[in-house]
């Protein structure tokens, strides 16, 4: 069923659910008396979680199956512990954390109860502030900023020497004197400036910066990311009485948009993405106002919009060697039985808002079942809030688009049942600019309790329809509860291929011309794939000689798509089985994902191995049915190349050689390809003599 999106007119992007929604806020009091927990981070298991204790330089876990309070001290004295992350080290975790007040990084193994510090140069002045680690191995490299000294600090560590490596930078002016949230990436690290976004990127060496609007004394605060790659952040202020504290997001096209809070005093502090529902989740200290709370942006469209340009900057560093002397700590134990009442939300046009009275909140983060885990400092408590009435989100799949006129691309859009929520949401345009049409294959979403619902929405740009970028606002109403989300559009200049929202990473231009825009679902795929196998490190050496490879002939096909509309539908057929091979591969990866180089290593099998069957195998079936061919031979070399390209792959992870990654690995690649293509080849001549016979 296909039904058309209409615009209704004079409406604009409203909530009308219930005005009060309730939750279950459950606190367990840390075992050390006023020890100001913060810096919560999910554990191993994806549920509760670590933190350190500020006054009580301690760090701690909470089980909440067993209500058990796991405590060690820093032997450092009045360390102040300030953040915390966690990695991983051949499958064992380890957490990275830092000192305030002496100015060092710590890292800590829980299972064999090791600890190291690292002192950082002038580090009790310096404001040794947020930490986060690359996903990438073997090396572990670990970012924090200085809040007091307007710098960033990379730290690479050995695991087989315990020893460190720093990189200390300074951040460009436009930045605005310093930041203090971090989010690291593979190769890449984004940091909450004061006055900006920032991006660092290795390749390049240089910082990017995105300006953020200005609202008196605020500044940038906390960053995270959200599954499409979008950066969110808070800015605010911690005066008792303003109104400028502000959640925001920086979109590809380098424009941010952004929602304020509606409660004065609020002092905006961390930010989390809920990963069912893509919403995000803001602790409000308030302090000062006394009225701190948990907030969710319940409806993503509307906001402000501003155009940010990005500026670009060289970044530098000095080296510096740091040792360590490994420490055992010891660990105690205390089982503390929770209290739980119930809370109720207030609802706002685009915010609930739950209060948390005067804990002053500070850290918040969501786990894989949608509870809201936050760390209450001010009342020395962690606290889970859960329960909260049934509710669904709203997302599209890319979050943009970018069409030529006359051009046509698709989207997806998905409702998400939040605590039990069954229902059918209508989806409607609000704002469909003149001259572009939508439809949906399914409209109501039939949302089913704890699933998702999805509808293929088709975009038509007509011919007329002038260069720019568009934001269409699109909403889910079950006659209780609505919920809106916004589609960037972006219309381009010609009937040329639209230029990439990304040009830090490669791009996949045969599928962008096939498909109309790198934006596209099928497009993103792809690049989903790409972007997992980098975090690795035979994944990005294979990619390197990949990429040399593919832009050696991509460009003029591209162009060649481009230009003749029925080679791209063709072309759109012989991608469809590419694209479900990866799907699966990287499924294959998601579940492997704590152990990169497995992870890419038998998604990478796969992969190669789908493709070589369906690519090559089945034609070369017939052909070898049709010539007589032998190819037990072939089969047999492969296998020993196989085994070749994987044994060079283990050397040189142990060697740390990129090159020999490069060529292991391009061998692996091939010889498990034409091994499979050459079984494939085999089963269909045997299965074909087989059928004449018969």
């Not at 690290?189 to 953020?212: E, H, P």
């Not at 918040?364 to 962690?382: H, L, R």
Request: hydrophobic residues 35%; aromatic residues 10%.
């Amino acid at each position: 069923m296909v039904l058309a999106v209409s615009l209704p007119t004079g409406l604009r992007a409203s909530n009308v659910r219930v005005l009060f929604s309730g939750g279950t806020l459950t606190e367990w009091t840390v075992p050390t008396p006023k020890s100001g927990p913060s810096a919560l981070i999910l554990d191993q298991t994806g549920s509760c979680c670590w933190f350190v204790e500020y006054y009580g330089d301690k760090i701690g876990h909470l089980n909440p199956n067993t209500n058990t309070f796991q405590e060690w001290t820093i032997p450092t004295a009045n360390a102040n512990p300030y953040s915390l992350t966690i990695t991983s080290n051949a499958g064992i975790p380890e957490l990275w954390g830092t000192e305030y007040a002496p100015g060092k990084i710590f890292m800590f193994s829980p299972t064999s109860d090791i600890f190291r510090e690292y002192s950082v140069p002038y580090g009790g002045e310096v404001g040794v502030g947020y930490i986060s680690v690359e996903p990438t191995g073997p090396e572990v490299r670990v970012w924090f900023t200085e809040t007091l000294n307007n710098a960033n600090v990379e730290l690479i560590y050995d695991p087989t020497t315990g020893n460190a490596t720093l990189y200390k930078d300074y951040f460009p002016a436009a930045v605005g004197g310093g930041a203090y949230g971090v989010y690291a990436q593979s190769n890449s690290v984004w940091f909450a400036g004061f006055s900006a976004i920032v991006r660092w990127d290795r390749a390049s060496q240089q910082y990017t910066m995105w300006q953020l609007p200005i609202h008196g004394s605020a500044i940038g605060r906390f960053i995270s990311m959200d599954s499409y790659g979008q950066v969110w952040y808070t800015q605010g202020t911690a005066s008792g009485t303003s109104l400028d504290n502000f959640v925001g997001i920086l979109r590809p096209d380098s424009t941010i948009t952004e929602w304020r809070l509606p409660t004065p005093g609020a002092d905006v502090r961390e930010i989390s993405i809920n990963p069912q529902s893509e919403q995000p989740w803001i602790t409000e200290r308030s302090s000062t106002a006394g009225n701190g709370a948990i907030a969710v942006l319940g409806n993503s469209s509307g906001g402000t919009a501003f155009s940010s340009p990005e500026t670009t900057a060289p970044s530098s560093g000095t080296p510096i060697t740091l040792g360590s002397v490994p420490q055992v700590l010891t660990s105690t134990n205390n089982t503390v039985v929770p209290n739980s009442r119930q809370v109720r939300g207030v609802t706002g046009e685009l915010f609930t808002e739950y209060s948390l009275t005067s804990s002053a909140p500070q850290g918040a983060i969501t786990d894989s079942q949608g509870n809201i885990w936050i760390s209450e400092p001010g009342i020395n408590k962690i606290a889970r809030l859960s329960g909260l009435s049934p509710d669904f989100a709203l997302n599209v799949s890319p979050p943009s688009i970018s069409l030529p006129p006359s051009g046509s691309g698709n989207v997806s859009i998905t409702g998400t049942s939040l605590y039990g929520y069954g229902g059918t949401p209508s989806i409607d345009a609000l704002n469909l600019p003149s001259g572009v049409t939508m439809s949906l294959d399914e409209n109501p979403l039939n949302i089913r309790p704890g699933e998702n619902a999805s509808s293929h929405v088709t975009i038509d740009v007509g011919p007329n329809v002038t260069a720019g970028n568009r934001q269409i606002i699109l909403r889910g109403n079950d006659g209780t509860i609505a919920h809106t989300t916004s589609l960037l559009l972006t219309v381009s200049n010609s009937t040329s291929s639209p230029t990439s929202s990304s040009t830090s990473k490669p791009q996949c231009l045969i599928a962008t011309a096939t498909y109309g825009s790198d934006l596209s679902s099928e497009v993103e795929s792809l690049r989903n794939f790409r972007d997992s196998i980098m975090k690795s490190q035979t994944g990005a050496s294979f990619l390197t000689i990949f990429n040399s490879w593919y832009y050696s002939f991509s460009p003029t096909i591209a162009d060649y798509l481009r230009q003749h509309s029925g080679t791209r539908e063709m072309m759109k057929g012989v991608l469809y089985l590419l694209i479900g091979s990866l799907a699966i591969s990287s499924d294959v990866y998601s579940v492997l994902a704590v152990y990169p180089e497995y992870a890419t290593l038998l998604s990478g099998l796969m992969a190669s191995g789908m493709i070589g069957a369906v690519y090559m195998g089945i034609p070369l079936g017939f052909v070898k049915r049709k010539l007589r061919l032998n190819l037990r031979f072939s089969i047999h070399l492969s296998a020993a190349l196989l085994f070749c390209g994987l044994g060079g792959i283990l050397v040189g992870l142990n060697l740390g050689s990129t090159i020999l990654l490069m060529i292991a690995s391009s061998l692996t690649v091939v010889s498990s390809a034409y091994g499979s293509a050459a079984l494939t080849a085999e089963a269909i001549a045997h299965l074909t003599k087989y059928s004449k016979v018969t």
